[in-house]
């Protein structure tokens, strides 16, 4: 599913005027999309974009701390229920990792330097409300999948298409076309 999210995700940008980067490898590490866009007033500004797309989800969006998960014995990507404290701590150390940490700044500098970031999660259902609710405190901005996918089924005369998550979006807005029939 995240190969086809992803390709949605990059889609959905590309039609509000985004050139795109996806899958950028660092180290062991990797940035979903990257979005470039240059503003009318000639400002750029860029989006840090994560996809984590679930609809039956099993676990949680942020994985255990590595302190938490070698105190409680539990593999780090563990669906064991957590505390209300735990959610939060996990959450936090999940924002730092994918968008705050030096290794990120330091891709993100190198690609465009001097760009103003802001930092995005498109995500499905979430098995715990609570990590949206501390990813928005942290400055993350929060884009449920289904409003992406309803953005997508409307196309403008002037959104650009240019990611292999086109046909998809195009398959999307006709089914959207199609319910009034659908009775």
């Known amino acids: 599913m995240s190969l086809l999210a992803e390709s949605l995700v990059e ?36 989006q840090h974009v994560e996809a984590q797309v679930s609809f039956r989800p099993v676990g949680y969006i942020a994985k255990t701390t590595k302190e938490m998960s070698k105190r409680l014995g539990i593999p780090r990507g563990s669906a064991k229920k957590r505390t209300a ?34 930092f995005h999660l498109v995500h499905g259902v979430a098995r715990e409300p609570k990590e949206l609710e501390v990813f928005k405190s942290e400055g993350v901005i929060c884009h449920p999948f ?36 659908m009775v």
Request: proline content about 0%; some cysteine.
């Open 11 to 46: 889609e959905w940008l590309n039609r509000k005027g985004f050139f795109t980067i996806r899958g950028i490898k660092h180290g062991v590490g990797e940035l979903d999309l990257l979005g470039i866009h240059r503003e009318s007033n000639g400002s750029v500004t860029g």
């Open 85 to 118: 404290d735990e959610v939060e701590t996990c959450a936090r150390q999940w924002v730092e990792q994918k968008f705050k940490s030096k290794a990120k700044q330091r891709v993100r500098e190198s690609l465009w330097s001097g760009v103003n970031w802001s």
């Open 146 to 181: 289904s409003e992406l996918l309803d953005e997508l089924s409307h196309r403008s005369d002037h959104s650009y298409s240019g990611s292999a998550g086109g046909d998809l979006a195009e398959i999307v807005a006709y089914y959207k076309s199609q319910e009034h029939l």
